[in-house]
């Protein structure tokens, strides 16, 4: 016994035409429109006399983060906060003083928020900067910064 699958013509035409209307009618719904959020990045310059503007001490000598990075940390429309050396030298650092740095002033900053990072360069002396352990070095290149090494000359050195 075959079966045979027979359709009238008008049903061939209907249904396709009702799942067309019904697909052009449901995007049409009133939905409320999302606006993007437009992210910001903030960059904060410091120099090696400017440290109060990453941390602050209270009356009892304590440090805390300054107020301007919470207030940048909590707003949801800023994406990144940079902190950024600026252009002055650090040439003048000892090897002791660049530890002190990333352990006491930047590394405390870096772990308040994953919004926050380096940005440019530290030029630190290079026969400084050899002193200082790799994974101190490293520190700084792992979260944004870079260590400006001067080019050798002519005569190697």
């Keep these: ?68 990075i919470e207030y940048y940390v909590a707003d949801p429309s800023v994406k990144t906060i940079y902190l950024n050396p600026g252009t002055c030298s650090w ?4 090897a002791n003083e660049i530890i002190d740095l990333r352990n006491n002033i930047l590394e405390p900053v870096i772990n308040y928020s994953e919004k926050i990072r380096g940005m440019d360069l530290f030029d630190f002396r290079p026969t400084e900067i050899v002193k200082v352990p790799p994974q101190d070095t490293m520190w700084f290149i792992e979260h944004g910064w870079g260590i400006r090494i001067p080019k050798k000359n002519e005569n190697g050195r």
């Design 1 to 68: 016994m075959k079966f045979k699958k027979i359709i009238p013509y008008r049903l061939k035409k209907l249904i396709p035409m009702a799942l067309l209307t019904g697909a052009c009618m449901l995007p049409s719904c009133k939905k409320e429109p999302v606006e993007p959020i437009a992210y910001k990045e903030k960059e904060i310059r410091f120099t090696y006399d400017s440290f109060q503007l990453l941390l602050t001490e209270d009356e009892n000598g304590k440090k805390q983060i300054n107020p301007e």
């Design 91 to 94: 040439y003048h650092y000892k």
